[in-house]
């Protein structure tokens, strides 16, 4: 399931030509004809409103710019892998903060959740660029700064880097 999501995000930037660092998340949301917007969410991260197989995000103005950025990824992925092929209506919610959407995600009861923060993951940091990266740049993986100033160049935060490094099996730490 992993290597599927891998595969459907990569394939999504590499279409729609934004397969670079940092992932431009406007293009890919063109891409798809969605519209996103900054709005107060109080204690909601995101929210993906599906209709007619149209999709608006809307992000918590509130939340650091890394933040939102993996919140927009996260909305793109219920959009792609759940919502796309409905014509159904459809409202995806997203509360909480960092990698637990809610607590049916982080204790891995909603499949749904999981795999839009695994499709977020791959769509803000695909595999091929942090290899890509780190090749190029000769990072320490086990130095902290390096960690932080690859996550940096991703524009994603260095805790979502680690995440991201750990689940490819490039980081043990």
Do not use: W
């Not at 204690?43 to 933040?67: A, D, P, Q």
């Amino acid at each position: 399931m992993t290597s599927d999501i891998e595969y459907k995000a990569e394939s999504l930037l590499t279409e729609c030509g934004a397969l670079r660092v940092p992932v431009p998340l406007d293009t890919v949301i063109h891409h798809l004809t969605l519209t996103a917007q900054a709005r107060p969410l109080a204690e909601t991260s995101g929210v993906l409103v599906v209709e007619n197989g149209r999709g608006m995000i809307g992000y918590n103005v509130n939340h650091s710019r890394v933040r939102q950025r993996f919140t927009i990824a996260h909305e793109i992925g219920h959009f792609v892998m759940h919502a796309s092929d409905n014509q159904q209506q459809r409202l995806f919610v997203d509360r909480s903060t960092m990698f637990k959407r809610n607590e049916s995600s982080s204790a891995g009861d909603d499949l749904q959740e999981i795999q839009a923060n695994q499709f977020a993951a791959a769509l803000l940091m695909p595999e091929k660029l942090i290899r890509e990266e780190i090749a190029s740049s000769r990072f320490d993986l086990d130095d902290e700064e390096d960690v932080s100033n690859l996550a940096k160049r991703f524009n994603v935060s260095a805790a979502a880097m680690t995440f991201r490094l750990k689940n490819l099996g490039l980081f043990q730490g």
